[in-house]
C-alpha cells in the first residue's frame, strides 16, 4: 500500500539533545513537508521541499534542519535550539506543489523531558 | 486575527442530527478551501475540497461565501463514526506550502 511512514511513533528527549525524525513516502510525490500541531492551533508549516536536494524554512524553521538527499525521505532533525519541542510533528507530501491535496503520516509525538 | 479562525466546540450531539460548523478567514484573496478530519492523535485527511458553488459528498455538505469569507461544512444524518475533529484549511496563494489551518472543531456523536 503507498503511503507515507513517519518513525518513531513516541519520542522522550532530554533537553540539549538533538532528535531526528524519519518520513518516508512510497506515493512517488514530488513535495513534502514537516508540520507541527500543539493543542488548540493549527498546524504551523517548518520545512517542505519541492523536489530533491532543494528545501525552504516554513513559517517556524528555527531549531529544526531537514535534509532531502532522496525523493521518497524527508528528516526532520529537532536541535537542542528549539526552545519548545514537544509536539506532535507531522510529515506529508503531495503530488506537486500547487495540487492541493496533502497526505499526512500518522505523526510523532515528541516529549522533552 | 488569526488567518483561519473555527469555533472549538466541542459540538455534542445525538445520532441522525444535522450539525454545521463555519469557519473564517482573513486574506479576502485565498483562492482554495478544504475540510481535513482528524481523528484523535491520528494524522489529518482529506474530507473534501470547497467549490465556489458550493459541494456535496453523501451526508457532507461544504459552502464557500467569498463575500463573508468564510466557509461552511453541514453533516447531516450524523453517525458515530463522524466523531472527529474538523480542520479548516484554507490557501491564499495555491501553493501547498502556504496552507493556512484552523485550530479544529471537535465534534462528538452520541447513541
Known amino acids: 500500500d503507498g503511503g507515507i511512514t513517519q518513525s518513531p511513533k513516541y519520542l522522550f528527549r532530554k533537553e540539549g539533545q538533538n532528535v531526528t525524525l524519519s518520513c518516508e513516502q512510497n506515493?512517488?510525490?514530488?513535495?513534502m513537508y514537516w508540520y507541527r500541531q500543539d493543542p488548540g492551533q493549527g498546524l504551523r508549516l517548518i520545512y517542505y521541499s519541492q523536489i530533491v536536494n532543494d528545501f525552504q524554512k516554513g513559517d517556524i524553521a528555527e531549531g529544526y534542519s531537514v535534509s532531502r538527499e532522496k525523493k521518497e525521505s524527508f528528516p526532520l532533525t529537532v536541535t537542542s535550539a528549539q526552545k519548545n519541542p514537544t509536539a506532535f510533528y507531522l510529515c506529508a507530501s503531495s503530488e506537486g506543489p500547487n495540487t492541493g491535496e496533502l497526505f499526512f503520516g500518522e505523526g510523532s509525538r515528541l516529549t522533552v523531558l | 486575527r488569526k488567518e483561519v479562525e473555527q469555533d472549538p466546540g466541542p459540538f455534542n450531539v445525538p445520532e441522525g442530527a444535522t450539525v454545521a460548523f463555519n469557519c473564517t478567514y482573513s486574506?479576502?484573496?485565498?483562492?482554495?478551501f478544504f475540510w481535513y478530519r482528524q481523528d484523535c492523535r491520528k494524522e489529518p485527511k482529506l474530507l473534501m475540497s470547497v467549490y465556489s458553488s458550493g459541494n456535496e459528498d453523501g451526508r457532507f455538505t461544504a459552502q464557500l461565501n467569498r463575500a463573508s469569507q468564510y466557509i461552511s461544512l453541514l453533516i447531516r444524518d450524523s453517525k458515530l463514526s463522524d466523531s472527529a475533529t474538523y480542520l479548516c484549511v484554507v490557501n491564499p496563494t495555491g501553493h501547498n506550502n502556504d496552507m493556512r489551518f484552523g485550530a479544529g472543531t471537535r465534534l462528538t456523536v452520541k447513541p
Open positions: 486574506n479576502s484573496a485565498s483562492q482554495s
Open positions: 506515493l512517488n510525490h514530488d513535495a
